[in-house]
């Protein structure tokens, strides 16, 4: 069974072309898309953003899991019955702390190795791989973190809003720390797809590697 990963360097929507691709993936499939988010003040209003470009391309159907209002075990459940999932966008160590440290990890970490395919924006991308690293701009410390994550990607660390957060450093931080085999700078409005854990697609403004100590564009 085929693993499908989405990547995104900032908040919804989806980029053209992966919303393409991810509804391509879902179409046909039993149950909806879950939509997994740490609440916040008007997240109702925001959910039109993660579904709409979905929804014109065919896919309907959706629940919305919103933490830690939602039980661990409903979530686990809905989980269970979805075709795809998406992670949003926030405070990420909310959703290391909210998912990542629950049974809820157990559950994602199932269903994608099911060929059920799975998109992060944000936060929801940073903690899919196995190291999940927290730029200073994206904490109340204002400090370098590094955290577990739910292990969707291997060997490979992320920094989300590149560009926009000025995060070369960050990135080459984490690269010291956790000696990745990959490393990718996602810019907002942004994507990468990844099949079976390998790098076979990107879209948008900027998708950034370092490599041989070199900051390198990778696209576009």
């Known amino acids: 069974m085929s693993k499908h990963l989405f990547l995104f360097g900032g908040g919804p929507p989806f980029t053209k ?7 391509s993936l879902t179409a046909g499939n039993k149950g ?4 997994l988010i740490v609440e916040r003040t008007g997240w109702e209003s925001y959910m039109p953003l993660y579904t709409q470009k979905l929804r014109n391309l065919g896919i309907d159907e959706y629940v919305y899991l919103p933490i830690p209002s939602t039980p661990v075990h409903k979530i686990i459940e809905c989980l269970n019955k979805s075709c795809a999932l998406i992670i949003g966008g926030g405070d990420t160590n909310l959703y290391a702390n909210y998912i990542v440290n629950t049974s809820i990890k157990n559950a994602i970490q199932k269903i ?10 944000s936060a929801g991308a940073l903690i899919a791989p196995s190291q999940c690293i927290i730029s200073a701009k994206d904490n109340e410390e204002k400090q370098f973190q590094l955290r577990k994550g739910l292990g969707l990607l291997q060997d490979t660390i992320l920094a989300v809003h590149f560009i926009e957060w000025n995060d070369e450093m960050h990135l080459r931080e984490g690269i010291e720390k956790c000696k990745p085999h990959m490393n990718y700078g996602i810019d907002e409005d942004s994507g990468i797809y990844l099949e079976n854990d390998v790098y076979k697609e990107a879209e948008g403004r900027g998708i950034y590697s370092i490599q041989n100590d070199r900051l390198v564009r990778i696209h576009p």
């Open 112 to 121: 994608y190795l099911n060929g059920c395919p799975v998109a992060g924006f």
């Open 17 to 23: 072309g992966f919303a393409q691709k991810f509804a």
């Open 32 to 35: 909806p898309v879950s939509i």
